[in-house]
């Protein structure tokens, strides 16, 4: 059963990255053809600040959890040799213990807003689509990345410090 599970999420976390690097992708090369419209052509694409507003944050939010997740994100470890292995080891648990609560409040708060935005009709500026969709969707992968990484925690706290 749990192989099930790691393989579903193995699936899930290529194909987020997979859809996060073609969002990446469509950014580069709607600022190249911004650029080349503007400049050589004086002839500015229509909405490109929208859509690329919207493509930036797929990309990123897409590859937040699995950055997350993996433990790929940035690292200050100035103070890491003052604690034991034991000691880092529970230092660690009580980090991915707050971030959990921060992702989840985060994520709580983003629910609001999405709210918000559906009920006063909020769009974007130029192509006057709805912000909500979007916003119900990085709320979604903010509060499942807070799950996990509560989950993640404890199943670490469960197995204890590698003496």
């Known amino acids: 059963m749990m192989q099930i599970f790691r393989r579903a999420g193995q699936w899930l ?3 987020f990255l997979t859809i996060s690097a073609l969002c990446l992708m469509a950014l580069m090369v709607l600022t190249v053809l911004e650029v ?7 002839a500015p694409i229509f909405g ?7 493509l ?4 990123i939010f897409l590859a937040f959890p699995i950055v997350t ?3 790929e994100q940035i690292d200050v470890d100035l103070l890491d040799r003052l604690f034991s292995a034991r000691a880092a080891f529970w230092r660690d648990r009580l980090i991915a213990l707050m ?7 985060m994520g709580y708060w983003l629910f609001l807003r999405a709210e918000k935005f559906l009920n ?6 130029m192509l006057f689509l709805p912000k909500y969709p979007l916003i119900y969707f990085i709320a979604a992968v903010v509060t499942i990345t807070g799950i996990a990484v509560a989950l993640h925690c404890v199943a670490r706290s469960v197995k204890g410090p590698k003496d």
């Open 36 to 42: 080349i419209g503007r400049y050589g052509f004086n």
């Open 69 to 71: 997740l993996h433990g």
């Open 13 to 15: 976390a290529r194909l």
């Open 48 to 54: 490109r600040q929208d859509l690329a507003q919207i």
């Open 56 to 59: 930036l944050a797929l990309t």
């Open 99 to 105: 971030t959990s609560v921060a992702l989840l409040t």
């Open 120 to 125: 006063r009709g909020i769009t974007t500026e």
